[in-house]
């Protein structure tokens, strides 16, 4: 297995791709959460407002990004060719799969981590501007604050195992481009299915059990009562869909030629 992990790690740290991706991450997240917790009011959206999930918005776009690099993880590998070479090296196919799965979920960590940290820098920074003060029940953002905390180490998680989600399907279907439609169906089908659905509970169901509408609830702080579903269940409805993903690609990647 470790000589799995070194040979993923220095396939992914060689591909220029690699960086640029992790970097467009976080730097994509931190700048709509920045312009987000620059354009809403105080004013305008009144009290109740859950300022921790506001200043962790572009946490939807990032996320797009970790499934790119996700799906290039392997699916690049089957369009150049070179899983022919990586499967003669490693003929253990399930440990490959294994290798690339825990590399890509260290950098989705530490990518996650930076991009939440910044957009709560940015929330902290910018949302008093906009009359989110103390003064009207809004005091300084803070991991020292526990739901805040919950929010921000959930958020992380969250990017991670879409990076998973996004690997499995990947390795099942193998074109990049196909893969990469794939997930970003998975992703935003559901809360669009939500908003059409006329019955509250069919909606409700379909937050529920949608990858991204279910693992964002980790997300919130306040109003937990009227979440469709808690935030660590949530995030555990994205774990499944992540598991199940993984288990459709290992199984294809066992199962067929390369």
């Not at 590399?103 to 501007?129: D, K, N």
């Not at 906009?130 to 003064?135: L, N, Q």
Request: aromatic fraction near 6%; hydrophobic fraction near 55%; avoid cysteine.
């Amino acid at each position: 297995m470790s000589d799995a992990l070194h040979a993923e790690w220095t396939k992914l740290r060689t591909i220029a791709a690699t960086g640029w991706l992790l970097l467009g991450a976080v730097a994509l997240t931190v700048a709509l959460s920045g312009v987000v917790a620059l354009a809403v009011t105080y004013a305008s959206l009144g009290s109740g407002q859950d300022v921790t999930r506001l200043s962790l918005t572009g946490v939807y776009l990032g996320q797009a990004i970790i499934a790119v690099l996700a799906v290039l993880t392997i699916a690049g590998e089957y369009s150049s060719g070179m899983i022919q070479v990586t499967l003669t090296a490693m003929p253990r196919r399930i440990s490959v799969l294994a290798a690339k799965a825990t590399i890509l979920t260290a950098l989705a960590l530490a990518a996650g981590a930076l991009a939440v940290l910044g957009s709560l820098l940015a929330g902290r920074l910018l949302l008093p501007a906009g009359g989110f003060t103390a003064a009207h029940g809004y005091p300084l953002l803070s991991l020292g604050h526990g739901p805040t905390l919950r929010a921000a180490f959930g958020s992380v998680l969250y990017l991670a195992l879409i990076g998973l989600l996004s690997l499995g399907i990947a390795t099942a279907v193998r074109e990049p481009a196909v893969a990469i439609g794939l997930v970003l169906g998975v992703l935003y089908l559901f809360p669009i299915l939500a908003a059409l659905a006329p019955d509250p509970h069919l909606r409700r169901h379909l937050e529920q059990i949608g990858p991204m509408t279910a693992g964002l609830a980790i997300q919130a702080t306040t109003n937990l009562r009227g979440l469709p579903i808690g935030p660590w269940a949530g995030l555990g409805v994205l774990a499944a869909w992540a598991t199940a993903a993984l288990v459709a690609g290992g199984l294809a990647l066992a199962r067929r030629d390369a």
